[in-house]
């Protein structure tokens, strides 16, 4: 195990870890310790706000470990995280209890107004936080591995699973809006109460949520570290690079394959179940495609394959949105967003982290730009050309 | 033999009415007594002179009887004088249809209560009944189709006995058999009669009619009557087969032209254009616009707006595809998954431009009057609209293969698609034929914006809702084939409409995400896939 951190951990991916253990660490200290109206203190709204940030990283890094590492671009990741939100929304929801308008004690609100005779056999076991932890990882998990086991063996790559993977999200969205599906339609769930025993709205339970956040990040970011510094993560960028030439060299390149996406799509789930509680709400607008490709801009700002830049770019793209879409600017956001999107794409290749790595460490630079090099020639090579 | 002596006797009164009516058109006595007891201001009054002057045949009985149900008739209990105000706001009097200056401040509106109101709408069914206008004879032998009221008998009998109209005579006909076949004292051979008519109409009414039979009936009717539901309902079955078979075309068609243009740039360059529908929906404001600009300066020429519109959007869009190509996607060659992002930052872009200058919500577009109606074909309608559309999207496809199959372009195009290099090599400027292959695929997406114009909301959001469909098509259908493409459009539009009615329009279209989603495992490459000897083909 030891040998493994240190192989993970090499200066910039240490400093990474420290910044988002000290954010972790000081920013629920400073809301709960500090005096409401110090210049220091971090007004609960913020906390949340932030923690919405930290979840997104999760996501963008998950994106990064298929996208950067193994070429995969999935267009239906937000589908992962919507479901890890759905799976952590129904505990939440059973919590409610008769709490809710209804006072029904064990249906939720929606289900008594719109007369279900008792709870569907999908929502039993939703009441036990273990069992919705674990469906947390689980649902998506699965949904991943049946998706990815029938797409890799019959080698659907490049802007085909992209495409199929945008299909995957829509349908799931399209299901997930009709009231009969069993969770909560148009609305989505709401209207939480309490998580393990704690309020929600509570300031300690937000800043502890804040902190478990942070720490789902940098477990999420050693786990990816661990992969991609391994002999499995070489493979990886070798099928990035070149699938057919790996598959040639006696690798079972499906398999690779199907486990990253697997690990990503669990991440993504976690992702979505921290997402869920800080935003107080998970509604089935979280699976349209468009919140899929814009979480892959944020990969593509940060930089693509260098980790770090991923959860950079999930934090600086939505702090961005979060300034324009509040302020006078707000009709130019879009403007704003696609242009990002082209930018991003003709002049920032590599993105932010890629470019800073490429400018300041010229002996990083070398190593790195022989990988964006083959970053480059890897789509050529892997997708169908139609020239060839 | 008896039956039809009777029914002549039962209407002979009211022909006789009728030729008094026609040869005194102002009948005092009788109709100017019913028309005074309005003034009685009695609910039991009020409904015989409704009754005396429905079956007046004086022609003032319909504005009388209309104004009534409006609230338009007023009454004077002191003089006992009716008037009608006239949709026109001229003020008439009821009984003599003379003009009158103004209404006394004695009158009052002579009221009505719910029962009333039924024998007014009654009246008034039976009144148009006798229309001039034989569409509106049609439509009210149908309403006593629908409620078979036993009352409406003599009218039915009277109007069908001087009918010349064929299709007005039908509709008589089968208003007739449905009170026959609800009246109590009808006899057997009538009734059966009856069912063999409402049989041969064959439709849902007819079948709402048949099942609302009371059990009741003597076997040989009850046997006619099921016979005759079963063979309905098994002639619907086949027509709603039909019904969702040509639906599954016309959404084929939509499909098609959305899909078409992305089927070109897709299949030459290799791109995914995410901007695609957004290039459908500057089409669709290029209808908008040019229809504005007639509207406000030359309205005679409406009709011909769409004519003018086609070859407009196809530039506009066309340009715009140039220019995207010249500025944005060449930079992007061998990198697919980036030239996706880059088109869908543009989308972003291009939906915001227009809502910022055509503002956020649904903008009208007209239909001009060869596109608009629609017409029956057996138990189907068929709109003008859609079939047009069809017909549109067959001619485009024509000329789209017509011109990859003789032009010159065409030739570089498809020879760039089967191998870029090879073309290269040959002296083919592979750049220009992107640039212009691009602009062609944007160009028909303009085109098919013309034409969702007409059957949808024209908003910034148009583009969207046909992306992802298109795709599905696209990939379904297989790459650098438009005979793929078409065979995917029609495949989905009828898979589509077929099963909608069984699972429900959006658990459908679920379904047919997950099909596809499970068809490109089995064919990665689509229906008519490409054959070539690349390692990844």
Aim: aromatic share 10%; hydrophobic share 50%; charged share 15%.
């Amino acid at each position: 195990m030891p040998h493994v951190l240190t192989r993970a951990l090499d200066r910039s991916a240490t400093v990474f870890l420290l910044v988002v253990a000290a954010v972790g660490i000081l920013i629920p200290l400073s809301n709960l310790l500090l005096p409401d109206g110090s210049l220091f203190q971090v007004p609960t709204y913020l906390v949340s706000l932030f923690g919405k940030y930290v979840c997104y990283a999760i996501l963008a890094l998950s994106i990064d470990l298929i996208w950067g590492y193994c070429g995969i671009l999935s267009l239906g990741h937000g589908a992962f995280f919507a479901l890890g939100g759905y799976a952590m929304g129904m505990y939440l929801m059973r919590q409610i209890g008769s709490r809710g308008v209804y006072g029904n004690p064990v249906l939720p609100d929606f289900m008594v107004f719109l007369n279900y005779p008792k709870l569907p056999w999908y929502w039993h076991g939703f009441d036990m936080f273990w069992f919705a932890a674990l469906m947390v990882l689980l649902v998506p998990g699965l949904l991943a591995f049946c998706f990815g086991w029938l797409a890799f063996r019959s080698r659907v790559t490049g802007v085909y699973l992209s495409i199929i993977t945008q299909a995957m999200t829509y349908a799931l969205l399209l299901a997930f809006f009709r009231n009969d599906f069993g969770f909560g339609g148009n609305n989505g769930l709401t209207d939480f109460k309490d998580i393990l025993g704690f309020n929600v709205q509570a300031d300690g339970t937000r800043a502890a949520l804040f902190a478990l956040s942070c720490l789902a990040l940098i477990v999420g970011f050693l786990l990816c570290r661990a992969v991609v510094t391994s002999k499995l993560g070489k493979v990886l960028i070798a099928i990035r690079d070149a699938e057919s030439r790996t598959r040639f060299l006696g690798y079972r390149v499906e398999s690779y394959k199907l486990f990253v996406f697997t690990l990503s799509a669990c991440m993504a789930g976690v992702a979505g179940a921290l997402y869920v509680p800080q935003v107080g709400i998970i509604n089935p607008g979280e699976f349209a495609p468009g919140n899929s490709i814009e979480a892959v801009i944020w990969v593509a700002v940060g930089g693509r394959g260098t980790l770090i830049g991923a959860a950079l770019g999930a934090v600086i793209v939505n702090y961005a949105k979060t300034v324009f879409t509040s302020g006078p600017l707000a009709p130019y956001w879009l403007f704003m967003l696609g242009a990002l999107f082209i930018l991003v794409t003709l002049l920032l290749p590599k993105g932010i982290v890629g470019t800073f790595n490429a400018w300041w460490e010229p002996w990083k630079a070398q190593r790195l730009s022989a990988n964006v090099e083959s970053a480059a020639r890897e789509d050529g090579v892997s997708e169908p050309k139609m020239a060839e | 033999m008896l039956t039809n002596v009777l029914r002549n006797f039962r209407a002979l009164p009211f022909a006789i009415l009728l030729i008094v009516a026609t040869a005194l058109p102002v009948l005092a006595g009788p109709f100017e007594d019913a028309v005074g007891k309005f003034a009685n201001d009695e609910f039991s009054d009020t409904e015989e002179a409704v009754g005396a002057i429905a079956t007046s045949g004086n022609p003032l009985a319909y504005p009388i009887i209309s104004a009534l149900q409006d609230g338009r008739l007023m009454a004077d209990p002191e003089t006992k004088k009716v008037y009608v105000t006239q949709t026109d706001g001229k003020i008439v009097d009821a009984a003599t249809g003379t003009p009158v200056a103004s209404i006394p401040d004695s009158a009052a509106e002579v009221r009505l209560n719910n029962r009333l109101r039924r024998t007014v709408e009654a009246a008034l069914g039976g009144l148009t009944l006798l229309s001039p206008d034989p569409a509106k004879r049609i439509q009210a032998a149908q309403s006593v189709f629908k409620t078979h009221d036993e009352a409406m008998l003599p009218v039915i009998d009277g109007a069908l006995q001087k009918e010349t109209n064929k299709g007005a005579k039908l509709a008589f006909s089968e208003a007739r058999a449905a009170i026959l076949l609800f009246k109590a004292d009808a006899t057997d051979a009538e009734k059966l009669e009856a069912i063999a008519t409402i049989k041969a109409r064959g439709d849902q009414e007819a079948l709402a009619l048949l099942t609302g039979l009371s059990g009741d009936q003597p076997p040989a009717i009850a046997r006619a009557a099921a016979n005759a539901t079963s063979a309905i309902q098994s002639n619907l079955a086949l027509w709603s087969m039909v019904q969702n078979a040509w639906y599954g075309l016309s959404l084929g068609s939509v499909l098609l032209l959305a899909a078409i243009g992305l089927a070109i740039t897709f299949g030459v360059m290799g791109v995914i254009n995410m901007a695609h529908g957004e290039m459908v929906m500057i089409g669709a404001y290029v209808t908008f616009v040019v229809q504005e600009v007639i509207r406000t300066s030359y309205p005679g020429l409406f009709d011909y707006s769409l004519l003018m519109a086609v070859p407009l959007a196809f530039i506009v869009a066309g340009a715009i595809g140039i220019l995207i190509e010249r500025t944005i996607i060449r930079f992007l060659y061998g990198r697919p998954l980036e030239t996706l992002l880059a088109t869908w930052g543009l989308s972003l872009v291009l939906q915001q431009a227009v809502r910022t200058m055509f503002g956020p919500t649904n903008r009208e577009v007209g239909n001009p009057s060869w596109m608009s109606g629609a017409f029956e074909l057996g138990q189907i309608t068929i709109t003008y609209n859609r079939l047009w559309i069809l017909c549109f999207t067959m001619a485009v496809f024509a000329i789209l293969l017509a011109m990859l199959r003789y032009t010159s372009l065409g030739l570089e195009m498809r020879a760039v698609t089967q191998n870029r290099r090879m073309a290269a090599s040959m002296g083919i400027a592979t750049s220009r034929v992107d640039a212009l292959t691009f602009g062609l695929g944007s160009g028909i997406a303009g085109i098919a914006g013309v034409a969702l114009s007409q059957i949808d909301n024209v908003s910034p959001n148009l583009g969207q809702s046909y992306i992802i469909d298109s795709f599905m098509v696209v990939v379904f259908g297989g790459v650098g084939n438009l005979w793929g493409t078409l065979v995917g459009a029609f495949t989905l539009g009828i898979a589509n409409k077929f099963l909608e009615p069984v699972a429900g329009a959006v658990l459908g279209k679920i379904a047919i995400l997950v099909l596809i989603i499970l068809f490109i495992q089995k064919r990665p490459r689509g229906l008519f896939a490409l054959k070539g000897r690349a390692v990844e083909a």
